[in-house]
């Protein structure tokens, strides 16, 4: 890893245990106020009146409690996936089939107007593309995403040599072609199917402010459910305590 890498990872390590620390504190502090405040009876009218209507918001409290663990499955989940690429900067196949991430607007469009191609299964920049692994035969025009270093590049095959087993491609909205690959550098063939723009989501939470900023708006989320269930906990025992609930 570069210097820069290496001191972008250790600011953000310490950005994230501040935001734990102030995190954590600054729920610690709002419950333990509102646990004052209850004792000295300043919410028992409040908790009443809440307990005699709670049939009326009980579907509105469950609706919210599910929107509440689907946003936060999903932070969790976007997290997971940046995590997995970046660590392993491995791309998962299920059934012969692969999804990319495009990062470059290198297909968007043609570079000049006078081209032997049409601009069938061009993509941009932050789209998600499907390809498959299992095919056999090269046709020149179609894409295709080939292995350069650590990278997949996936660009229009303009040219293919089957005696030597070289290629060509060109990205259409590049001015020259790439330098020449071996069939074996040839790992996917896109098959026209695509989500437009989602993959930004997956390009940002690849990055390390991305993880980052996920890492605190999961943090954020966790404790303010906590407080929100200790809070329930304490608003329960308050109700028992001046005689309006019972214990079971």
């Given at each position: 890893m570069s210097?820069?890498?290496?001191?972008?990872?250790?600011v953000i390590a310490i950005l994230t245990v501040v935001i734990f620390a102030l995190t954590g504190l600054g729920y610690h502090s709002v419950y333990a106020y509102y646990k004052l405040e209850l004792s000295q009876g300043l919410h028992d009218n409040e908790l009443i009146?809440?307990?005699?209507?709670?049939?009326?918001?009980?579907?509105?409290?469950?609706?919210?409690?599910?929107v509440s663990y689907t946003a936060l499955t999903l932070l969790v989940s976007l997290f997971t996936?940046?995590?997995?690429?970046k660590v392993n900067n491995k791309i998962p196949t299920f059934n012969n089939q692969t999804a990319l991430v495009i990062c470059s607007d290198s297909m968007k469009e043609f570079y000049s107007a006078e081209t032997d191609f049409?601009?069938?299964?061009?993509?941009?920049l932050g789209d998600i593309i499907f390809c498959r692994t299992d095919f056999t035969d090269l046709v020149i025009g179609d894409v295709y995403g080939y292995k350069y270093k650590s990278i997949i590049i996936t660009h229009r095959l303009i040219s293919y040599n089957e005696d030597t087993g070289v290629a060509v491609f060109k990205g259409d909205a590049n001015p020259s072609?790439?330098?020449?690959v071996l069939r074996?550098?040839?790992i996917y063939h896109y098959t026209g199917d695509k989500?437009?723009?989602?993959?930004?989501?997956?390009?940002?939470?690849q990055s390390?402010?991305?993880?980052?900023?996920?890492i605190d708006i999961t943090t954020v989320a966790i404790g303010s459910e906590w407080t929100l269930l200790a809070i329930d906990n304490a608003n329960k025992k308050r109700l028992q305590y001046i005689g309006v609930i019972h214990e079971k």
């Open positions: 210097a820069i890498t290496i001191i972008t990872i250790c009146k809440e307990h005699r209507s709670k049939r009326k918001h009980k579907v509105s409290g469950i609706i919210g409690t599910i996936v940046g995590v997995i690429y049409d601009n069938k299964y061009q993509f941009e072609a790439d330098s020449a074996e550098q040839i989500i437009k723009g989602f993959g930004a989501f997956i390009l940002y939470a390390y402010f991305g993880l980052w900023s996920i």
